[in-house]
């Protein structure tokens, strides 16, 4: 328990140091339904967070049981990749990777047209710019995202994701997609998003192991983590 308030505490420390601190903007909530691909704890966490905001939620999983927890919260269950395109305009991805986007929604490729796929799954600037010339060759709008918290922060004040893609689609959604994080467009190509989501990591990755390190270090004089981490949080902020 300690350890995840430490984590937080940090994550929120990197969010405000490499996000501007900016507030995220006051959202007016929306009606327009959203369809969730993908329920894992990142997934599960975005749409109960819309659901919160009584946006209509359709969730559809490889393992449909895996919804069952956000079907119990309110969201429709779809039972097929068609039923989950037709449910709603906006369809949110989150995914292990990139190939798992294909496994689910290829099937029903042809019911992408006049979509908008917002795939916030971990890849790379590569996979992104193949996925939306995917999407595009469908008839379908593509928005790279790369979400800067983990799961328990989606909705906090402190989320921010960057987005690139076609900057009028991402106005259209800011919205619906900022009661998530707060949108920060990075650019029209669609491997910039996830170029910056991959930078960040690089940096948080390394600000997280060169803490662990440190604090390590002063263990082994005898100085308790407890007593570093003060300083070392006050050097992060
Ligand atoms: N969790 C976080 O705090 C966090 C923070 C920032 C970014 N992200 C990124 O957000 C994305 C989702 O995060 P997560 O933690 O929810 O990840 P996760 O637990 O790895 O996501 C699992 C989801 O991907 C599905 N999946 C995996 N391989 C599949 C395949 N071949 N075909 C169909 N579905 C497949 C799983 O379906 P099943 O349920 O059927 O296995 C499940 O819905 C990841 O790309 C992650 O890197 C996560």
């Not at 890849?123 to 918290?149: C, D, N, Q, S, Y």
């Not at 983990?150 to 906090?156: F, R």
Request: charged share 15%; net charge neutral; aromatic share 6%.
């Amino acid at each position: 328990m300690r350890a995840l308030r430490l984590e937080k505490a940090l994550l929120r420390s990197v969010a405000r140091s490499l996000g501007h601190g900016l507030p995220k903007a006051n959202h007016a909530c929306t009606t327009a339904s959203v369809t969730v691909v993908g329920l894992g704890p990142m997934g599960r966490a975005m749409a109960g967070t819309l659901l919160d905001h009584a946006v209509p939620v359709t969730v559809f999983n490889r393992t449909a049981s895996r919804a069952d927890t956000v079907v119990a919260a309110g969201a429709r269950r779809a039972t097929s990749a068609e039923d989950a395109l037709y449910a709603a305009d906006l369809v949110i991805v989150s995914l292990t990777h990139y190939p798992a986007m294909y496994d689910l929604l290829e099937p029903a490729a042809d019911r992408l047209a006049g979509k908008v796929l917002v795939n916030l799954s971990s890849g790379t600037p590569r996979e992104a710019e193949r996925a939306a010339a995917w999407a595009v060759r469908h008839g379908a709008e593509f928005l790279t995202g790369g979400i800067m918290v983990p799961a328990p922060l989606v909705g906090d004040d402190t989320a921010y994701a960057f987005y690139s893609g076609p900057r009028a689609v991402l106005d259209r959604w800011s919205d619906t997609l900022g009661l998530l994080a707060r949108p920060e467009y990075v650019g029209a190509d669609p491997g910039l998003a996830l170029l910056w989501y991959q930078a960040l990591l690089d940096l948080f990755m390394t600000t997280l192991v060169g803490t662990s390190h440190a604090a390590a270090l002063m263990k082994s004089a005898g100085v308790q983590a407890e007593t570093f981490l003060p300083y070392a949080s006050d050097l992060l902020a």
